[in-house]
């Protein structure tokens, strides 16, 4: 009893480990995330905890993209998808594989990275995860874009726009939108691009992501370089670089 009372003690550090790992991340102090994630991942390993190793590994993965070593987070995500492939954790294999498709997709490895957001959309429709569907879709919608297949990526934003619409979810509904201004600019339907890209500014200030609002306005700059309108073209990259 007094060895399971301490197992149990010990696996609570471990996951009071990766919460402050998660919180380190949202603080931008990547460079906390390692120590707390092996100390964990440690303990999971002592336990023979396999879901907390794999837990422990998609936070170090997610450090490690955050610092821009894609080809790290790669295989730690790999790593991770691995272990909930093998427990049969569907969520999580779904959560992994759109990470996965992320990070091919920045790489331009567009075969790779539109398999996985395949992957990751089949899972999150047939467990009825709807918070997942437009994450993927969205994903696909930028492979089919950057291979030019302009119809494809269109019904994929579109179909994240409905999605986000009956969940009430701003911030991937902003992300869809901004993706089919970006289908209307390569089409030439610039009335269309800028339109849509506002709309998708509007709701990324609403939300007060100042990231996304600054390529928002950085992609409307270019749509108002593309229609002449250069003073608003200025304007817009001026708001952004003042984001």
């Known amino acids: 009893a007094e060895k399971a009372r301490a197992s149990g003690a010990s696996l609570l550090l471990a996951r ?38 794999a837990d422990a590994v998609t936070e170090d993965a ?15 995500y790999q790593q991770a998808l691995a272990l909930y492939e093998g427990l049969g954790e569907q969520l999580a294999i779904a959560d992994e594989s ?24 089949a899972i999150f429709r047939r467990i009825g995860h709807a918070d997942g569907v437009p994450l993927a879709e969205n994903g696909l919608g930028d492979v089919y874009l950057t291979m030019g297949e302009h119809r494809e ?5 579109e179909d994240s726009l409905q999605v986000c619409r ?28 800028r339109r849509t890209e506002e709309q998708a500014e509007a709701l990324f200030q609403q939300i007060g992501d100042k990231t996304q609002v600054t390529q928002s306005r950085l992609q409307l700059a270019q749509i108002l370089l593309d229609e002449g309108r250069i003073a608003e073209a200025q304007q817009s990259a ?4 003042d984001a």
């Open 16 to 53: 009071a480990l990766l919460d402050r790992a998660w919180a380190a991340e949202n603080l931008g102090e990547l460079n906390e995330v390692g120590a707390l994630v092996d100390e964990a991942k440690q303990i999971y390993d002592t336990a023979h905890d396999r879901k907390g190793v």
């Open 62 to 76: 997610i450090a490690l993209e955050a610092k821009g070593n894609y080809l790290a987070a790669e295989k730690g």
């Open 98 to 121: 759109d990470n996965v498709g992320d990070i091919l997709l920045g790489l331009g490895q567009l075969d790779g990275a539109r398999a996985n957001y395949e992957k990751a959309l």
């Open 153 to 157: 990526a269109k019904k994929m934003y």
């Open 166 to 193: 009956q969940i009430g979810d701003r911030s991937k509904a902003g992300v869809a939108l901004s993706g089919l201004g970006r289908v209307y600019r390569v089409e030439g339907d610039l009335s269309a691009a």
């Open 238 to 241: 001026q708001l952004a670089a």
